[in-house]
């Protein structure tokens, strides 16, 4: 930490880069999914990226952690985490309305709606699984079953 510490002017300056670089790791790897494939798929791909299903994104769920519970009372903490819930939400809804397009998904549903609810369903996910509470297999069927609903109707 010592040996870091000395590129920064705070301690709170080395946290930030900490967290950029969790969300720089994380975007990395989504976008390494990106083939075509469906939207479907895509958005599966996406979010089993964010979860904490191994120890690299369990690592990185600990850490985003943190920083939301410290970006509740600073508001520069808040400020970073704000700036990467738009990628998703405008990743999310672009799926959803290319899958409408191609009638994969009912042409009912809002998607800047059902992005916000994928996104809070994400997030809800990653917690009770960090702390075991959910296991891989019941995160997935889960995640599996909205999706299900979306991009198939049900």
């Known amino acids: 930490m ?3 510490q000395h590129y920064f002017a705070t ?3 080395m946290m930030i880069f900490a967290l950029i670089h969790v969300h720089e790791r994380i975007y990395q790897r989504v976008n390494a999914c990106l083939d075509p494939r469906s939207p479907r798929d895509l958005v599966r791909s996406a979010i089993i990226e964010m979860l904490p299903l191994d120890d690299e ?4 769920a600990r850490i985003a952690l943190a920083f939301l519970a410290r970006s509740a009372v600073d508001p520069e903490y808040a400020a970073t985490l704000r700036e990467g819930y738009p990628y998703h939400a405008v990743f999310f809804a672009e799926q959803i309305r290319r ?4 009638g994969e998904a009912p042409a ?11 996104f809070a369903i994400t997030q809800g996910l990653v917690n009770p699984t960090l702390i075991g509470h959910h296991t891989e297999e019941t995160v997935i069927d889960a995640l599996d079953r909205h999706l299900d609903r979306i ?3 049900r």
């Open 99 to 102: 899958a409408q397009q191609n």
């Open 151 to 153: 991009f198939r109707g």
């Open 108 to 118: 009912d549903l809002v998607p800047e709606q059902e992005a916000v609810i994928l």
């Open 11 to 13: 301690k709170d300056q």
């Open 2 to 4: 010592g040996s870091v």
């Open 57 to 60: 994104r369990r690592t990185e």
